[in-house]
């Protein structure tokens, strides 16, 4: 299972960034697909979840400023971060979940992208 984020990178406050995640080695649509972030020194935290029916989660913090969306033809799932802040500067991570009867929840994180909001 492979997941590579990528879009990553610098942008001054009130700018935008989307970041990507193509996912392989998994059937992708059947999977819950999510945005999580981390800075040094604190726990990893939710940024927006999408369910394998498209249904999405936000953080209060990034509610109407992101938007998570997948593409089940391309294996993608992306985050449009618009409005950015320089508390949204952290490492971003992809991941993907999945619920298998007997087995439990699969758990699969990708290696992050660098966000950074800074003028």
């Known amino acids: 299972v492979q997941l590579q984020a990528s879009g990553g990178g610098l942008v001054q406050p009130g700018g935008s960034l989307r970041l990507s995640c193509a996912a392989s080695?998994?059937?992708?649509?059947?999977?819950?697909m999510g945005w999580y972030r981390q800075t040094p020194g604190k726990q990893r935290e939710l940024v927006a979840t999408i369910t394998s029916a498209a249904s999405t989660n936000y953080a209060d913090s990034v509610k109407g400023r992101f938007t998570i969306s997948r593409d089940n033809a391309k294996n993608t799932v992306y985050l449009q971060m618009n409005n950015l802040k320089s508390e949204d500067t952290a490492v971003y991570y992809c991941?993907?979940?999945?619920?298998?009867?007997?087995?439990?929840?699969?758990?699969?994180w990708g290696k992050g992208t660098q966000v950074t909001v800074s003028s």
């Open positions: 080695g998994i059937i992708f649509s059947i999977h819950d």
């Open positions: 991941n993907a979940e999945h619920t298998i009867v007997g087995l439990g929840d699969m758990s699969y």
